[in-house]
């Protein structure tokens, strides 16, 4: 089975712009997580969608935001572009929500903003 | 914030097990502990989760005390590859994974 993927895996953008991330979870999975790493706050979790609703949503501003699709591909939008947006963006993929339920990771976006 | 306490680092010989520890002193009865391990820039890697009792799969020992204060991770006979940061994660019921700082763990040859 194919694990979850992620695109674009690196991506250079200015200050202002905007960017969309895409993530396939696995085959079968429904719920879909993204989180943010940097080094000075390490992976701090972003939102996470299960059939197309957000049902979580982590302390980030309202330039970040995502969506989830029929067939449980996701995207994050990151508006209004700032320097300290640059990180690697993680989406990781569960079969259901719930707290026993095992998340599956992708290899990450690594977004640059110059 | 998270959950969890961990080392902030640790060496292993290659080839010997490693013992990763982890404190979650106000864990609740319905969380689960998870461990999970990161490899310089790479998306993180799931290793073992469990309740209440130990846990064993092809990677990892999953060890629990009876009071659910701490848990210690094994992994049997260590390689160069498994050098990475691992996170003990003590996962709220309905949330999502809050990982702390880990452990980073560097098997020397």
């Known amino acids: 089975k194919a694990g979850v993927t992620q695109t674009p895996r690196y991506l250079i953008k200015t200050r202002g712009q905007q960017v969309t991330l895409s993530c396939s979870p696995i085959?079968?999975?429904?719920?879909v997580s993204w989180y943010q790493q940097t080094p000075g706050q390490g992976l701090q979790f972003l939102f996470e969608?299960?059939?197309?609703?957000?049902?979580n949503k982590g302390n980030f501003p309202g330039r970040f935001s995502g969506r989830q699709f029929s067939n449980s591909r996701s995207e994050m939008n990151v508006s209004t572009l700032e320097l300290g947006d640059s990180a690697l963006y993680l989406c990781a993929s569960s079969f259901r929500q719930g707290a026993g339920d095992t998340q599956y990771f992708g290899p990450g976006t690594r977004l640059t903003v110059l | 914030d998270a959950k969890t306490t961990q080392p902030t680092s640790m060496d292993c010989a290659e080839g010997r097990a490693a013992n990763l520890p982890c404190n979650h002193s106000t864990i609740s009865g319905n969380e689960y502990v998870y461990w999970y391990r990161q490899i310089h820039s790479q998306g993180p890697q799931y290793i073992i989760h469990?309740?209440?009792n130990n846990e064993t799969n092809e990677m990892a020992s999953l060890i629990i005390t009876e009071d659910r204060k701490s848990s210690t991770l094994i992994l049997p006979h260590a390689t160069l590859r498994d050098t990475a940061v691992y996170y003990c994660i003590v996962r709220v019921y309905g949330q999502n994974f809050v990982f702390g700082p880990g452990t980073r763990l560097s098997v020397l040859p």
């Open positions: 469990g309740l209440k």
């Open positions: 085959s079968g999975h429904r719920s």
């Open positions: 969608y299960f059939s197309e609703t957000q049902r």
